[in-house]
């Protein structure tokens, strides 16, 4: 299984950023796709996550309605569009394939991650 995210970038306060993550290997049947993130100093935190099959959604309370997880089943691609960027989303985002939901332990598969910065 290999992941690999791309999308980020230098934004401006109150931009918009949308991230990618190329997902391929096994099948994808009754796992979930997650967006973690890491800022510097500070432990990696879930951001969002989707299952794969049903498609349910998941957020973190600080990013719910400014960011939307979305996924492409036919292409295996997983997405992450953020609005209303502030600069506390700055951070390393991370995309993960596992059965958790918002624990990082629970994802087995972790792409390389892509930095997001956002300035005020």
């Known amino acids: 299984v290999q992941l690999q995210a791309s999308g980020g970038g230098l934004v401006q306060a109150g931009g918009s950023l949308r991230l990618s993550c190329a997902v391929s290997?096994?099948?994808?049947?009754?796992?979930?796709m997650g967006w973690f993130r890491q800022a510097p100093g500070k432990e990696r935190e879930f951001v969002a996550a989707?299952?794969?099959?049903?498609?349910?959604?998941h957020y973190a309370d600080s990013v719910k309605g400014r960011f939307t997880i979305s996924r492409d089943t036919a292409s295996n691609m997983l997405y992450l569009q953020m609005n209303s960027l502030k600069s506390e989303d700055t951070a390393v985002y991370y995309c993960?394939?596992?059965?958790?939901?918002?624990?990082?332990?629970?994802?087995?598969?972790w792409g390389q991650g892509t930095l997001v910065t956002v300035s005020s």
């Open positions: 993960a394939k596992g059965q958790g939901s918002s624990s990082a332990p629970e994802y087995d598969y």
């Open positions: 290997g096994r099948s994808f049947a009754n796992y979930n």
């Open positions: 989707i299952s794969w099959t049903t498609g349910h959604i």
